[in-house]
């Protein structure tokens, strides 16, 4: 079976960053997005794969002034069906 990976994303406040049941809905709204995501692309997310990666302008190198809120929730999951040994979470972009 071909495997690959792919991003989800969720945006979110800075303020609220040490609020754990915020940021657990925040990761829940990334793995949904990852979900979609590998739905439109015709593959299926392997359970229990996603890791979340938490990032705000105060903590990171990564320029957020375009990101909502400046507060991003990525998730990355790994996906498999189809086509999916073509897909690679990189850097910022599914890939």
Do not use: I, Q
């Amino acid at each position: 079976m071909e495997t690959g990976t792919l991003f989800g994303w969720a945006f979110g406040d800075p303020a609220r960053e040490d609020d754990g049941e915020y940021m657990a809905g925040l990761e829940k709204d990334a793995l949904e997005n990852a979900r979609e995501t590998a739905k439109a692309k015709g593959v299926s997310v392997v359970a229990g794969s996603e890791v979340f990666t938490a990032l705000s302008a105060n903590d990171s190198l990564v320029e957020l002034d375009h990101a909502p809120g400046k507060l991003v929730v990525r998730c990355t999951v790994h996906v498999e069906g189809p086509g999916a040994g073509k897909l690679h979470a990189e850097g910022p972009m599914n890939g």
